[in-house]
């Protein structure tokens, strides 16, 4: 099965629910299921590789070989090979192989489904405080009535999702095939979800953009640090991985946090779906604003990366004007308008060689008051390097026009590349794409630093000056 065959196989699941329930609730019965079935048949496969038996040829033979293991005298030794490993061991009668033989008999309940994800949760050492899947499953509600209404109506509803993905051995894809699938399927939830979906999803070619532009130099850096305060799905950080070297890829440390829940728990997925080890996951659930985090070391990343919520609502107190992270900018963002205070956060946690990319709506550049006093900081100080439009409508969230600002520490001369890439896409129905082409274009002209007709320009600190600190891109770029 191809890549698309697999995407393909995966969208017929979720059809089996659009019908009856929002993109928002049923991504959360789809993933949970595909990475449950993914966790039970990499630990069929090595059932059959620990008992040195030859590959089985497919899950059902995997299956019958765990089964008979169950009742043999390695059968203690057998479990505590697989907690090693994975954390946990999924009873014989709990895999997904187990419970589609059981939807095929007609004797499945919801109840089997239930005790196989609590298994998996409460298996693995604590690693800094906490299980590797602990709480993964928490937002699987079983008995929701959006399943149905009554417990028949829901057992049936789960196992016409769990029969279209029975046929999908997920052995047979590397970690970057499967990882990629998980993505498409969060892309397609995210345009089935409108406004909710800019709480988990960045596109992949914004993410692909910034990634490409915060690695640049440190591609052969062991133990490459990345930071994301309002991480979603985990997409903005996995992207990073393409760019890093292959010798150091594997040893990248993530570091994110996300204030709901349910996504915490999806990029959490996300990262073991993409192979990444569990020592090398920093995630916490939280409120970025509220509270500082990391506050231990390291506190400070190779690269920040973010695409917080926009114009969000925060409360402005003012204690936060003694807080390290704002005390230098004489002003607050204000409560209407968080923007400035998710860039602040995230440029403090910032390392002195650090790059940092950050979406933003294109009032940041050029409102008054409080943001501009704030502005005019961070451009005295020259921690501003780029700026960057994007075009209107790429983001399923919303459809006003973007911008990414790129930060660094060292910018001592205090110019700034204005990049006026509005007009780089692509037309698809009522979404506007960034193509390999638009992003090509935009990293180059951010790389050559320098002036192009029509779409870059680069600043001196003076200019800016007389602009009154004012970054609207239109005052730099002439496009007319």
Same mark, same amino acid.
């Given at each position: 099965?191809s890549?698309?065959?697999l995407? %393909?196989a995966?969208?017929?699941?979720?059809?089996?629910?659009?019908s009856t329930?929002s993109a928002?609730e049923?991504?959360?019965?789809?993933?949970?299921l595909?990475f449950y079935? #993914?966790?039970?048949?990499?630990?069929?496969?090595?059932?059959a =590789?620990?008992?040195?038996?030859?590959?089985?040829?497919s899950l059902e033979?995997? %299956?019958k070989? #765990?089964?008979e293991a169950?009742?043999?005298?390695?059968?203690n030794d057998?479990?505590?090979?697989?907690?090693d490993?994975?954390?946990?061991?999924i009873?014989?009668?709990y895999?997904f192989?187990?419970?589609?033989?059981?939807?095929?008999?007609?004797?499945?309940?919801t109840?089997?489904?239930?005790?196989a994800?609590?298994?998996?949760?409460?298996?693995?050492?604590?690693?800094?405080?906490?299980k590797? #899947?602990?709480?993964?499953?928490e937002d $699987?509600?079983?008995d929701?009535?959006?399943?149905?209404?009554?417990?028949a109506?829901?057992?049936a509803?789960? &196992?016409d999702?769990?029969?279209?993905?029975?046929?999908?051995?997920?052995?047979?894809?590397?970690?970057?095939?499967?990882?990629?699938?998980?993505?498409y399927?969060i892309g397609?939830?995210?345009?089935g979800?409108?406004?909710?979906?800019?709480?988990?999803?960045t596109?992949?070619?914004? &993410?692909?953009?910034?990634t490409?532009?915060?690695?640049?130099?440190k591609?052969?850096?062991p133990?490459?640090?990345?930071y994301?305060?309002?991480m979603g799905?985990?997409?903005?950080?996995? %992207?990073?991985?393409?760019y890093?070297?292959?010798?150091?890829?594997?040893?990248?440390q993530?570091?994110?946090q996300?204030?709901?829940h349910?996504?915490?728990n999806l990029?959490?997925?996300?990262m073991?779906?993409?192979?990444?080890? $569990?020592?090398?996951?920093?995630?916490?659930?939280? =409120?970025?604003l509220?509270?500082?985090w990391?506050?231990?070391e390291?506190?400070?990343y =190779?690269?920040?990366?973010?695409?917080?919520?926009y114009? %969000?609502?925060?409360?402005?107190?003012a204690?936060?004007?003694?807080?390290p992270?704002f005390?230098?900018?004489e002003?607050l &963002?204000?409560?209407?308008?968080a923007?400035?205070?998710?860039?602040?956060h995230?440029f403090?946690?910032?390392?002195? =060689?650090?790059?940092?990319?950050?979406?933003?709506?294109?009032?940041?550049?050029?409102?008054?008051?409080a943001?501009?006093i704030?502005?005019?900081?961070?451009?005295?100080n020259g921690?501003i390097?780029a700026?960057?439009g994007l075009p209107?409508?790429?983001?399923?969230?919303?459809?006003?026009?973007?911008?990414?600002?790129?930060?660094?520490?060292?910018?001592t001369?205090?110019?700034?590349? $204005?990049?006026?890439a509005?007009?780089e896409f692509?037309?698809?129905?009522a979404q506007?794409?960034?193509?390999?082409?638009h992003?090509d274009?935009?990293?180059?002209? #951010?790389?050559?630093?320098?002036?192009?007709?029509?779409f870059?320009?680069?600043a001196?600190f003076?200019?800016?000056k007389?602009?009154?600190?004012?970054?609207?891109?239109?005052r730099?770029?002439?496009?007319?």
């Amino acid at each position: 099965m191809s890549s698309q065959e697999l995407n %393909q196989a995966l969208w017929n699941a979720a059809n089996v629910m659009r019908s009856t329930m929002s993109a928002d609730e049923y991504k959360d019965y789809l993933l949970g299921l595909v990475f449950y079935k #993914y966790l039970s048949d990499r630990q069929l496969y090595e059932v059959a =590789d620990l008992l040195e038996q030859p590959k089985p040829e497919s899950l059902e033979t995997a %299956q019958k070989i #765990y089964e008979e293991a169950q009742g043999s005298d390695d059968w203690n030794d057998l479990l505590e090979e697989l907690e090693d490993k994975f954390g946990f061991a999924i009873e014989p009668k709990y895999t997904f192989t187990a419970l589609y033989e059981e939807i095929n008999n007609k004797t499945f309940t919801t109840d089997h489904l239930r005790q196989a994800m609590r298994d998996i949760e409460q298996g693995g050492e604590a690693i800094r405080g906490v299980k590797p #899947y602990e709480d993964l499953f928490e937002d $699987f509600d079983i008995d929701s009535k959006s399943l149905g209404t009554t417990p028949a109506k829901r057992n049936a509803m789960l &196992a016409d999702v769990m029969k279209e993905l029975a046929h999908i051995d997920f052995n047979h894809y590397g970690a970057d095939a499967l990882g990629d699938a998980y993505e498409y399927l969060i892309g397609q939830f995210a345009a089935g979800s409108g406004k909710k979906a800019g709480e988990f999803y960045t596109p992949q070619s914004v &993410a692909e953009l910034i990634t490409r532009i915060v690695t640049k130099g440190k591609e052969n850096k062991p133990s490459f640090s990345l930071y994301d305060p309002c991480m979603g799905s985990g997409s903005l950080l996995l %992207q990073a991985r393409k760019y890093i070297s292959e010798d150091c890829r594997n040893s990248i440390q993530f570091f994110g946090q996300e204030i709901s829940h349910t996504t915490y728990n999806l990029a959490r997925m996300n990262m073991i779906l993409h192979n990444v080890p $569990f020592t090398y996951q920093h995630f916490r659930n939280g =409120d970025t604003l509220g509270t500082d985090w990391p506050t231990e070391e390291p506190t400070n990343y =190779d690269a920040t990366v973010m695409n917080p919520p926009y114009s %969000q609502h925060w409360s402005a107190a003012a204690g936060f004007l003694t807080d390290p992270r704002f005390q230098s900018y004489e002003k607050l &963002a204000p409560k209407t308008r968080a923007d400035l205070a998710f860039l602040l956060h995230g440029f403090y946690h910032l390392k002195e =060689d650090g790059t940092m990319g950050i979406v933003l709506p294109h009032g940041v550049l050029f409102r008054s008051g409080a943001e501009g006093i704030i502005r005019q900081h961070l451009l005295e100080n020259g921690s501003i390097y780029a700026v960057i439009g994007l075009p209107a409508n790429i983001f399923f969230s919303t459809s006003i026009p973007t911008c990414v600002v790129i930060l660094k520490k060292n910018n001592t001369d205090r110019s700034i590349l $204005f990049i006026d890439a509005s007009k780089e896409f692509r037309k698809e129905k009522a979404q506007n794409h960034m193509d390999p082409e638009h992003i090509d274009k935009i990293v180059n002209a #951010y790389m050559e630093r320098k002036d192009i007709g029509k779409f870059a320009h680069l600043a001196s600190f003076d200019e800016i000056k007389k602009n009154d600190f004012n970054l609207n891109i239109p005052r730099y770029v002439d496009t007319s």
